[in-house]
Each structure stands twice: as structure tokens, then as C-alpha cells.
């Protein structure tokens, strides 16, 4: 991708050294979006520049702002300390801005007009690829994975404009961490989109309070996706979908991050997407074909589509936002969090003393430095935390081969029992009842393979495998599935995992459904996560940290 500016329109060309008036152009950058008249004031008010608010602004990544003929890069060391958060809001409040949103919408009629042929080749591509996906999986339900962002936004509109349906179902996963604005676009979307079906998915949990027993979400630890996304959004799946597969499409691009940029060169099982020549199954959440119709699309081409056909878009990307997930998602820029103080002071110091608390908690010695250098954000382990129900303590019994005696952290009752059912069907009624024995048997030859004994209310279990082929693989096997027990705090992603939905979470118990669980012809749920469960994963306490 190239981007080009021809002096004559006053605007970027993509892809052309002359533009569509006959004017040579000159190569500006490989990408570049537009800056609303709120970004341009909010620039000129730190910057005291008042070329920002005197004609057409672009910018590209790394602050890099071209004002009318200029190229400026904006340093966020130097814009930070002199910043007065109150002063710019009150300063922004009383702006009108009717007048120059007239000259900014003749400004972006004319980077429509000169970039038309272009936004005519790539719609029309994705487009064609939606109608392919669609007749290549006729029995799955197309759905769009809405997040209030412009990439959504984007492949909402294309997909319902391919399909010539407006009655697509959209899914939208409400982390609770969302910004204002983006619930505010989401209730218009709604409004303006009476027949799109719209359901909406949300965890039970509380943020800040997984936040006191796990620690924040790091950029290496992101548990919060699991908790407040993937989970909920399965349940929803689950709950009206009624077993039927998807063909989920969503806005995921390669341009967005190295990372994604590598999801075309790496196979598919270690990530949730892929280029949008290939469609595959989705490894979080079960029963789903995914894709991305976008995926090659570049920030300016997203802009140019919303701006084409005047898609209404969330408010956040007018401010000055370059992404509106998580407000406070360890994955965000610097600027963005300055932003966040700026328009959400409220909660940005709710976060801000959280983090300042917890770093004093695990024994950080300068707290604030930590917290504003931004080091919160590589945070690795569960230092410092109450991490002892990940530790399963079993001792080798003497008196019988291939047997532990483990000293759970949770006391023994029949949810320890569900965990038990990917081995092999549970019987209560042939152990034997004066040892308060449980017994798993193999389905396929319908013999005992494994002892559970221990009475119900005690800390004490011991676990004898009978004439097992690899006592090690199913030692720890056994391990993980102990360590969910004492872990579990219901964050749903077992639930996400199974492809069969055998595994349920419901009224706070654990539960897997025997008929609908493969057994050992799958046993995705026992490992997907380092030590077997995800509270393992984020508490481990790892050497030099």
C-alpha cells in the first residue's frame, strides 16, 4: 500500500502517482486515516498550532500528522507532562463546529470522488468473497461479530449488503470495559438497524474484583478476553443457535499489528483468525467457521468505504481514538490512555489508583513509576498473589501401585466428580461405599480405569489407576483436571473449548453432559491452557519476575 497527496485536491490518492484530476502526486506514507475537526482542535490545543484547525489533516501511525503541505511528528513525551486535562474539556465543550465540519465533509467528498475506483475494486472483492463463503457453508448461519468498531462497522454493511439481507444476526460481546461512546453507537446502530437481530453476550463477573485475585490483564496474561468475551459470547451462541453451526465474519486485518500480520504465515491452530482468502474453524469457540472479508484492507480503505457511504461510526474515532476495544486494555497506546483522562477522568483514575495499589501489593518500590512507565503492561506470573489453589500436593501411596493421595485446597463434593467424565462414564454406586469410592469406567470396554476415594467435605483424595498404558500422560492429565476443580471461578472458557458443548457452567457449578463427551477421542478441555485451566495459567509464578 501506498499513499500519495495531490497539492491540487488537497487530498490523499491510494495507489496513484496522479491523481484523478491529472495532478502528479507525491508519496506520503503506507497508510494514513482522516482527523476529525475534534482531533485537529485537540491538537492545536497542545500543540498551540494553529495549522491544524486552518485546513485538511492526516495522520499516520506513529503521530505523524500532515497538516496542509507539512509533515509534523508529534512526540508523546513532549505532549504529555504539559497536558491539563480540564482545561482541553472545557475548551473542547464549548466549541461549535458546525462550520468546519462543512469544509471537513467537502474536504472527504473530495477524497471520495478522487479514490472511487479503487473503493470500487476492493468492495466489490470482499463482496464477492462473502457470497462465496455463504454458498461454500450452506447449512451454517452467517453471523457478524459486531464490536462497535470501524472494522465491524465495515463488515457489517458488507455483508448485509452482499447478501441482500438485512436480517443478518450480529453478536455483540460487551466486556463491560467498553467505551461510553461505544455503547452510545451501539444503542443508535440498533436504533437505525430495527431488522438486524442483535444479541448482545456479558460475563457475571466483576472486572476490578477478578482484578484483586488475578492481577490486571497483561499484554503476556490477557485472561480478560476469555472471562468477558469468548465465554459469554459461547453461552449466547449456545443459547440460540440450538446446535446449528456458524459462518462467523469478522473484522479482523492484517495491517492492524505485526501479530495479525503473521496469522497468513503461521497455521491457523494458534490463532482465532486468518486472511480472508481462507476460511477455518474458530479454536475458541466451538461449532464456528470464521473469516475476515477485510482482512487486506488498509486503514485509509476502511475509511474511505464508512466515509463512500456515509456509515454512521462510534464518536471514539472522531477524538482522536485509533481503536475503541477495552478502554483500558493493556494492548493501548500511551495516547490512548492520555485520552482516556481527557474524556473519561472518572474511571481513567479509578484505573490509575487500582494499578498504583496493586503494584505496591506485589512489592513494587517505586508504585507510580511502574505503573506510568507503563511496566503494569508486561507483567508475567502471579507474583505477589494468593496463587495456592493451582498447586495440586499428591504423595505416591505405598500400599498400591500406580495411586496418590492428594491434599486438595477445596473441599470434596460432586462437582470434583464432573471433572472425572472426559476419562470415562463416573459410577458412584460400583465403588465401594464404606472407602466413599467413586468409579470411572471405559466406555468402549466398559472396565474400571480409575479409583476416586474420599469422603465428601474432606480435603483428602486419593486417586488409584488400574493397569493404566501411560501412567505419566494420565498423571498429569489427572493434575490438570484437579487443578480446575480448585480453581474454577467460572470463567467459561472449558465451556468455549469443547466442541461438542458437553461442558456447561450454570448457577456456579461445573458441569459436563456424558453422552455428548467424546472422551478420549478428543480431551481438548483437559490442557488448552498451561497447567489446564486458565487461573493456573495467570497465577503461575514464573523465575525472574
Not at 435 to 448: R, W
Not at 471 to 486: A, E, G, P
Amino acid at each position: 500500500m501506498k499513499v500519495f497527496w495531490c497539492s491540487k485536491c488537497q487530498v490523499p490518492v491510494i495507489n496513484e502517482t496522479k491523481c484523478k484530476c491529472g495532478n502528479e502526486t507525491r508519496y506520503m506514507t503506507t497508510d494514513i486515516r482522516p482527523v476529525f475537526p475534534e482531533e485537529k482542535h485537540l491538537m492545536y490545543k497542545i500543540t498551540k498550532d494553529k495549522l491544524f484547525i486552518e485546513g485538511p489533516v492526516w495522520a499516520a501511525k506513529g503521530f505523524k500528522y500532515f497538516v496542509g503541505e507539512r509533515f509534523e511528528a508529534v512526540s508523546l513525551n513532549s505532549l504529555v507532562p504539559i497536558i491539563n486535562e480540564k482545561e482541553i474539556v472545557n475548551y473542547l465543550n464549548n466549541l461549535d463546529l458546525n462550520d468546519e465540519y462543512l469544509e471537513f465533509n467537502k474536504n472527504i467528498q473530495k477524497f471520495v470522488e478522487v479514490n472511487s475506483k479503487h473503493l470500487h475494486v476492493i468492495e466489490f472483492a470482499a463482496m464477492d468473497f462473502i457470497k462465496n463463503a455463504v454458498k461454500q457453508y450452506p447449512s451454517n448461519l452467517p453471523v457478524v461479530s459486531f464490536s462497535g468498531g470501524k472494522d465491524s462497522t465495515v463488515v457489517s454493511h458488507l455483508v448485509r449488503r452482499a447478501l441482500s439481507n438485512p436480517s443478518i444476526l450480529h453478536l455483540f460481546g460487551d466486556t463491560t470495559l467498553e467505551f461510553p461512546f461505544t455503547y452510545k453507537y451501539i444503542e443508535r446502530f440498533r436504533r437505525d438497524n430495527p431488522r438486524t437481530p442483535f444479541f448482545t453476550s456479558r460475563s457475571n463477573h466483576n472486572f476490578m474484583d477478578l482484578c484483586q485475585k488475578m492481577g490486571p490483564p497483561s499484554r503476556v496474561m490477557s485472561w480478560c478476553c476469555t472471562v468477558f468475551k469468548t465465554g459469554p459470547l459461547n453461552n449466547t451462541i449456545n443459547n440460540f443457535a440450538k446446535g446449528k453451526n456458524l459462518l462467523t465474519f469478522y473484522g479482523i486485518r492484517g495491517s492492524e499489528s505485526v501479530t495479525r500480520r503473521d496469522y497468513q504465515k503461521v497455521e491457523f491452530n494458534n490463532f482465532d483468525f486468518i486472511k480472508n482468502s481462507e476460511i477455518t474453524s474458530s479454536p475458541k469457540i466451538a461449532k464456528q467457521k470464521v473469516t475476515s472479508p477485510i482482512f487486506d484492507w488498509y486503514d485509509v480503505e476502511v475509511w474511505l468505504y464508512i466515509l463512500s457511504h456515509n456509515v454512521d461510526f462510534n464518536d471514539g474515532y472522531r477524538l482522536g481514538f485509533s481503536r475503541v476495544g477495552c478502554w483500558c486494555c493493556p494492548n493501548n497506546s500511551k495516547w490512548s490512555m492520555v485520552l482516556a483522562s481527557i474524556y473519561m477522568p472518572e474511571q481513567y483514575k479509578q484505573w490509575n489508583d487500582f494499578l498504583i495499589n496493586f503494584a505496591k501489593r506485589i512489592g513494587k518500590k517505586d508504585a507510580e513509576l511502574y505503573v506510568a512507565t507503563g511496566k503494569w503492561k508486561a507483567r508475567q506470573g502471579g507474583a505477589g498473589l494468593d496463587n495456592r489453589q493451582i498447586h495440586v500436593e499428591a504423595k505416591p501411596c505405598i500400599d498400591e501401585e500406580f495411586s496418590r493421595t492428594f491434599t486438595l485446597t477445596k473441599p470434596i463434593n460432586d462437582e470434583l466428580y464432573e471433572y472425572f467424565k472426559p476419562f470415562g462414564k463416573v459410577s458412584k454406586e460400583l465403588g465401594r461405599k464404606l472407602l466413599n469410592e467413586v468409579v470411572i469406567i471405559d466406555k468402549k470396554t466398559n472396565k474400571q480405569i480409575l479409583k476416586l476415594q474420599g469422603k465428601a467435605g474432606t480435603y483428602n483424595l486419593k486417586v488409584v489407576a488400574i493397569n493404566p498404558s501411560n501412567y505419566r500422560l494420565l498423571s498429569q492429565r489427572i493434575d490438570c483436571q484437579l487443578r480446575k476443580f480448585q480453581s474454577c471461578i467460572g470463567c467459561l472458557g472449558c465451556v468455549s473449548i469443547c466442541p461438542n458443548g458437553a461442558i456447561s457452567y450454570v448457577d456456579g457449578t461445573y458441569r459436563i453432559i456424558e453422552n455428548k463427551c467424546l472422551g478420549e477421542k478428543c480431551l481438548a478441555c483437559i490442557n488448552p491452557w498451561r497447567g489446564g485451566c486458565l487461573m493456573s495459567k495467570v497465577l503461575a509464578v514464573k523465575r525472574g519476575v
